[in-house]
């Protein structure tokens, strides 16, 4: 069922974005804002009601500075009370691990991720053997942190799953991402070469295996970036792309139903 404001319940507490790589709640230049990292999705829920925060963390640095940035700009954006957690990509592994590992599992209701690589990416193993010595002393030599390209390897992901643990009374939810190579731009051939090769159905970078994660899971059919409402130019062209804003509505909607 398509969403709309009409059927998105209002919840009693704030909502708050967490993005992947990349970390921008939004880029702008001369006043005018570029690009949105979920473009659409906060005014989707706002209409309803509902308090909605985009969250800005480190680009490119690891989980856990990620984490704290999150921590951080959450205390100066809802300083007190409680509130829920939706993570794109590696802001789903930020928000575990700020909710598990910073103090804030007494204000954490829950956490809805939406195609997090729990398990890692085959695709970072990848890129990380082959290109590792050549790219780490360029990027060491400009000052640009890049622990998180690590992060997402499959190894650092089952270590993080030992120590980070779900936190009692915290409810968990995910959405994966699957897409059909002939929807994907050519930038996904690679890593979803890679990914479907060594664990099937995926997003462009991260496997529907990987993207599952706590009590209730579903699958949304777009590449990795489609699921945070970025268009989908390829499925424009085959009939039409609805667009991924409405599906949070459902993420929304099922929060509610579990009494929130």
């Not at 906060?42 to 984490?67: F, H, K, W």
């Not at 082959?130 to 360029?138: C, K, M």
């Amino acid at each position: 069922m398509i969403e709309t404001e009409s059927l998105i319940p209002q919840l009693a507490a704030p909502i708050v974005l967490a993005p992947g790589l990349g970390g921008y709640n939004r880029v702008s230049a001369c006043g005018q804002t570029l690009r949105n990292y979920f473009p659409g999705v906060p005014e989707l829920l706002e209409a309803a009601g509902n308090r909605v925060i985009v969250a800005r963390v480190s680009p490119t640095d690891g989980v856990a500075r990620r984490a704290a940035d999150l921590k951080r700009f959450i205390g100066a954006a809802v300083p007190t009370g409680p509130f829920h957690l939706i993570g794109h990509s590696m802001g789903g592994l930020d928000s575990r691990y700020m909710t598990a590992k910073l103090g804030m599992e007494g204000r954490v209701l829950s956490v809805t991720t939406v195609g997090t690589p729990h398990r890692g990416s085959t695709f970072a193993d990848w890129g990380v053997g082959r290109f590792a010595r050549l790219v780490l002393p360029l990027l060491k030599w400009l000052g640009i942190p890049h622990q998180a390209f690590f992060d997402l390897t499959t190894d650092a992901c089952r270590r993080f799953n030992e120590e980070v643990l779900d936190v009692p009374g915290v409810r968990y939810y995910s959405v994966a991402g699957d897409c059909e190579r002939s929807l994907l731009g050519p930038e996904w051939f690679l890593p979803y070469s890679v990914v479907t090769k060594a664990e099937g159905a995926n997003d462009g970078v991260v496997s529907v295996a990987s993207a599952a994660w706590g009590e209730h899971s579903e699958v949304w059919s777009g590449d990795h970036l489609n699921l945070v409402n970025w268009p989908n130019r390829y499925a424009r062209r085959r009939g039409g792309w609805p667009g991924i804003a409405p599906d949070y509505g459902r993420i929304v909607r099922r929060l509610a139903q579990a009494g929130f």
